[in-house]
């Protein structure tokens, strides 16, 4: 009971210390890619994967927004992996799309990425990429942010209020984030299922 009692409330702060005007500053940049007709391509990493596909759902579907997520394609992601190496995943998936300046990178991420340590250089190669093109940069990532929060137009970084727990709590509120985002005023365009249920 005590461990449930400490991480409900380490998520209580975790609420208290989120900078709001960053996630405003997610939602203006995701109203005008919208209006821009841009596409918007989620990466993401383990739990941060999973996460990236239930976004391209909602963003497609609640705010109107063409999203994708090369972690949806296993085959090739596993193909991509297996011929040219995993920091090349996501980069080699952005150039076959055709990635460009009317686009944006949404990175979902505990760390951000690290190119010093090796730390998730898929995303790092990705953004490097992203920057080249003119490509608008946006996350929702943990700790200190890092390589996705230097480089970012607009980041939320989930605060970290416990070293134990901060994986469950930034990979959470991506969650609560994004959800917050679609259900915005600004960003939604189409009802709910539940919430149109009278």
């Not at 944006?104 to 080249?132: C, P, Q, R, T, W």
């Amino acid at each position: 009971m005590e461990y449930i009692k400490q991480y409900l409330g380490e998520a209580t702060e975790v609420i208290n210390n989120i900078n709001v005007n960053s996630i405003e500053a997610l939602v203006k940049n995701l109203t005008q890619l919208r209006e821009n007709e841009g596409r918007l391509f989620f990466i993401g990493v383990g739990g941060s994967a999973g996460n990236a596909a239930h976004a391209v759902n909602d963003f497609r579907k609640i705010a109107g927004i063409e999203a994708y997520a090369p972690t949806d394609n296993v085959s090739e992601l596993s193909a991509r992996t297996n011929d040219n190496g995993w920091h090349t995943v996501f980069v080699d998936w952005l150039k076959g799309s055709r990635l460009n300046s009317k686009d944006a990178i949404f990175v979902l991420s505990v760390g951000g990425g690290n190119a010093e340590k090796n730390i998730s250089s898929n995303i790092v190669h990705a953004l490097d990429y992203a920057k080249k093109v003119g490509t608008k940069i946006l996350g929702i990532v943990g700790k200190d942010g890092g390589y996705t929060a230097k480089l970012a137009d607009s980041c939320v970084i989930v605060p970290t209020v416990n070293d134990a727990t901060i994986t469950p709590h930034a990979e959470s509120f991506q969650a609560v984030i994004w959800h917050l985002i679609v259900s915005h005023p600004e960003m939604k365009v189409s009802e709910m299922k539940w919430e149109s249920m009278k």
